[in-house]
């Protein structure tokens, strides 16, 4: 059974960096899948950031784009994401996820719990 | 980019009553639209996949149907467990990208 852990800092400060890494058990980051970060903003829905391969390919959020990095430790099994210049705005749960193993990987069929980031001076 | 829409936002309902949640995307997505559950401070769970598959472990009480345009979510009886944020998902080919629905709430009547 995956299981994914997200894990970071609970407060960044305005124009900070958020950080944050995503635990993989059951799996390796290694395997034929894709894996993405989604938030959540308070009250609103669900956001996807972006996802990276274990070949380091990686698609982003235009939205997000210029300011998010994903990547992978494959020695330690973690999935990272390095989100700067943050603000208010950015506040939110995120969680990791991964993408089903298939051809045109179109859902998601492992999520973690979440970490909640909040930024603030 | 497509934008998925999800009618009503608040659904009212009683244990062992029938929920019917809608997905509309803004251009056809196929067949390619996925559905969750989540719960606050849990993470989402997959339950269908593709517009009517099942993932592993769901219950049979949990269908989808629809393709091109128009979906629909149904639990046939509401257990206890079932009350819940459901959201639909979809995925651009090109550029890569998800999007999901804003999100039903099923709340206790």
């Known amino acids: 059974q995956v299981q994914l852990e997200e894990s970071g800092p609970g407060l960044v400060t305005p124009s900070g960096t958020l950080y944050l890494t995503c635990a993989v058990s059951?799996?390796?980051?290694?395997?034929?899948?894709?894996w993405s970060w989604v938030r959540q903003s308070p009250g609103k829905g669900l956001e996807w950031i972006g996802e990276?391969?274990?070949?380091?390919?990686?698609n982003y959020n235009p939205s997000l784009k210029g300011r998010v990095t994903i990547s992978l430790d494959k020695s330690s099994n973690l999935v990272s994401i390095h989100l700067t210049s943050v603000t208010a705005a950015d506040t939110a749960v995120y969680h990791c996820?991964?993408?089903?193993?298939?051809?045109?990987?179109?859902?998601?069929?492992?999520w973690g719990q979440g970490a909640l980031v909040t930024v603030s001076s | 980019e497509i934008v998925l829409t999800q009618s009503p936002a608040t659904l009212s309902l009683s244990p062992g009553e029938r929920a019917t949640l809608s997905c509309r995307a803004s251009?056809?997505?196929?067949?390619?639209l996925a559905w969750y559950q989540h719960k606050p401070g849990q993470a989402p769970r997959l339950l269908i996949y593709?517009?009517?598959n099942r993932a592993t472990g769901i219950p049979a009480r949990f269908s989808g149907s629809g393709s091109g345009t128009d979906f629909t979510l149904t639990i046939s009886s509401l257990e206890p467990e079932d009350f819940a944020v459901y959201y639909c998902?979809?995925?651009?080919?090109?550029?890569?990208?998800?999007?999901f629905g804003p999100g039903t709430k099923v709340d206790i009547k």
């Open positions: 996820a991964r993408n089903v193993d298939a051809p045109m990987p179109t859902y998601f069929d492992y």
């Open positions: 251009q056809s997505v196929g067949t390619y």
């Open positions: 990276i391969f274990h070949t380091g390919a990686a």
């Open positions: 059951g799996g390796s980051i290694s395997s034929n899948n894709w």
């Open positions: 998902q979809q995925r651009n080919n090109w550029p890569p990208f998800f999007t």
């Open positions: 593709e517009a009517f």
